[in-house]
Structure formats: C-alpha cells, structure tokens
C-alpha cells in the first residue's frame, strides 16, 4: 500500500503545483488597476469628444479611483467646465490643489476661473497660496497684476493735478486753481487765483489779490495782518510767507518770526530747508540750523517739503547725497539727480543718465533703466520706458502698463494723476483692499 500512498502524494503535489502555475500565469495576464484605469480613461477622452460629458465625468471618476494622477483630475476638471458646472470645476480645481499641491496647472486653472468670474480677491488669493507653497509662472504673475492693480480712469480733465494729501489734491483748469476732495468736488466751485495743500486742518489760498487760510470746507480758518506776496500752508506751527523778495514764517498767531531767506520751504516734522546768501541749510521751528554746513540745493517735493523718511537729498559738487538726518551725516553714493523720498525705504536717484531706486543707505535696490521716476508711494513708482509713464513695484515688476504721457504718485485714497492726450486725469485703484495686507 505504501507505493499507493507514494502515487497519490505525487499526485496530490502535481494539482497544487498546477493550481499555483494557473494562478500565476492567469494572474500575469490579468488587467492591473491602472491598465483598468487607462481604459476607463480612454473611454472617458472618447465620450468627451463626442460632447458626452456626463458619461465622461463618470469614467473619469471610476479611472481615478483606480489609479490617481493630477492629470486625470485636470481632465475631470475640464469634463466638469464643459459640462456648465463652474460650481463643480471650481471644487475639482481645489480638490485636486489640496491633493496634489505641487500642480502650476491647477493654480492657473483656479486663478483664471476668479479672474474670468470677477471675483478678483479670490484670483489674487489663489496666487498667494501658490507662492506660499514655491510655485510660480508668468501666468499666476500677470493674473495678479490684472487683478491687484485694476483701476478706471477718472473722467475730469484739468490742465495739472498733483497728489492728495490729507484727503485733498491741488489742479489747475483755465488759469485758476482748485481744491478738490477724492470724489473730485472743489471745496470752492470758482478756485483760487493760487492755492497750496492742505497740511493739518487748513490751506493757503489767495484771491482777488489777498492771501488767508482756509479749513476743509472752504470756510476762512485766518487771516493775516499783511498781505504777502506768497504764502504757504501751516506745519508744525509754520507757514513760510514771502514778502517782497525775501522768505520768513508766521506762527499761528500770523506773527512774522525774526528770519528772513532767500527762499524757504514747509516744515515736515519739524525740519525745512531754507536758503541765504551762503547757500542751502536745515533748520528747525526756531529757526536754529541743525547744519553748519552750506548746499547748492535740497531736493523739495511737489508739497513744498524736505519729503519724509530719515534722509533729504543734497548737492554739493555739482552732486546729489543722501543726508541721514538721524546722524547728520552725508552717504558718500554721489547722483547726478534725484527726487525728494518719500517714506517707503526706495528713493529715486539718477545715474549714468538713467532712474532707478537706492535704499536710505544708499545701495541700489532697482538698478538704473527708466528714462524718468517719481518716488515711492503706496508702494507703486511711477516711471517712464520707452517714452511712456507707467508703474512698478518694489521689487521693479511693472504693475500698471506703461500707456501715460506722464504720471504722478499714487496717494493713500489709492488714486494718482496721469496724462492722457494732453489733459491730466485721475486713475483709481478699484480692487485696493486686496494689496492691504502688502503695504
């Protein structure tokens, strides 16, 4: 019996090794998850091409579950657009975001479908998130420019226009000046024979041959005792007059103080440039130099002023410095021009015939190729390329084509003068409370 026994073993072992060859060999054959997952997916490009989306929706779905890929989730994402769902694009977009977050693609996709929608915080947020996690294109870039920096051009025309300040901008039309607010109505609907800015709660205009002070509402703040050839709007307890050809101030009470100039600026923070026989100096509301030295010019802004920050510019050797005003002292960077800073960090300097943007320590942050700049302001510059004004950031990207025959600096009521076919007008940013968090 015992070789029974043997044949039966023998044979016993031949089924099992049989059973586990049949099983390898129809397990070789079989079709795998992703080749199931490509037939599906093949079937899915078919019906979508023949406008089945429905269908192709469905064979998407089942093709990625039996193998993922950001590929067939961009193309369950398309099915779905096609398909007049932008509710369910919008969430494939996302899903697959959070799925795969390395996916350029996905992140263009979604920022386009807020930029087409309208909805342009949301367009600007999708780039955030894509440069938080590295990720970047010359797509995402120009969708946020699009949508960060979009704005309307105002319809009032006026022969010059400056910045607001303190909620109010100085323009000039037929020969006469006015005060206008942000929604560009005059505070005086005749203006001014001349008018400065409003610094504080009061601005100097003169008409009819007499010069006073006027409050917000184009009400007389004061009037003066003497009527002066110029005079200028009060800061820091000052208002530089000329009367004749010298330059002094009046403090508050309209007094003449005991300082005459041949030129004099407006205080800002309790420092002006002033001029004499000698040259050009800073002084304080004492009228006290903070300088012993003498300058061939200060740079003043369009407000009458040293500009803000920690350094003014001046020139000496036919040159312009930074003056640190902390420390008094000159950075030794020469410039063969320049504009007053504003408090931003960047100034606009001139070099090798060329503007372009140096730090308060005087180092070059945006290396000199504009043909001409403005300072910083609201974290935008305006400056001209090719002939036109147009707007960068400070990293130097251009945010606002260049398309201006000139071009000013953007005020904290987000608007800015520019020229277009000889008359000045105003643009204004229309999404500005996306760029907050960046300035």
Known sequence: MSWMRRIIAIGIAAVVILAAWTAAIAHMSAPTGSDEAARYAELAEKQFAEGAYGSAI????????LDDSPELRLRLADAWKAYGNPAMYRNELKELIRTYPESVKAY???AEHYFEDSDFTKCCDVVRSAQANGLGSDKLEKLYRQSAYRYELLGEEYDNAGAFVNGFAKVDRGGRTYLINSELK????????????FFGNAAAVTV????????????????????YTELYSFSSGRAAVKRGERYGYIDTFGKLLPMEFEFASTFRNGIA????????????TSGEPLI???????RLDESNTIGSGSVCLIKKDGHYYMFDLDRRRIFPTPYEDCKAPSGEGLVAVKQNGMWGFADRSGKMRIEPKFEDAETFSLG???????????????????????????????SDNGMAPVKVD???RYIKLKYREILNGKF
């Open 58 to 65: 469905s064979l998407y779905g089942k093709a990625i579950s």
């Open 108 to 110: 263009e996709l979604l």
């Open 186 to 197: 005059s505070i005086e609907p005749f203006g001014f024979d001349r008018a400065d800015i």
């Open 208 to 227: 009819d041959g007499a010069s006073y002070f006027i409050d917000k509402n184009g009400k007389k703040y004061m009037v003066t005792e003497e009527n």
């Open 273 to 284: 440039a002033v001029c004499d026989d000698h040259g050009w100096y800073l002084i304080d």
């Open 292 to 298: 012993k030295d003498r300058y061939e010019h200060i």
């Open 380 to 410: 935008f510059a305006a400056v001209r390329h090719g002939g036109a004004w147009g707007y960068i950031d400070s990293s130097g990207k251009t945010v606002i084509d260049f398309k201006f025959e000139d071009a000013g600096s953007f």
């Open 422 to 424: 000889g008359k000045w």
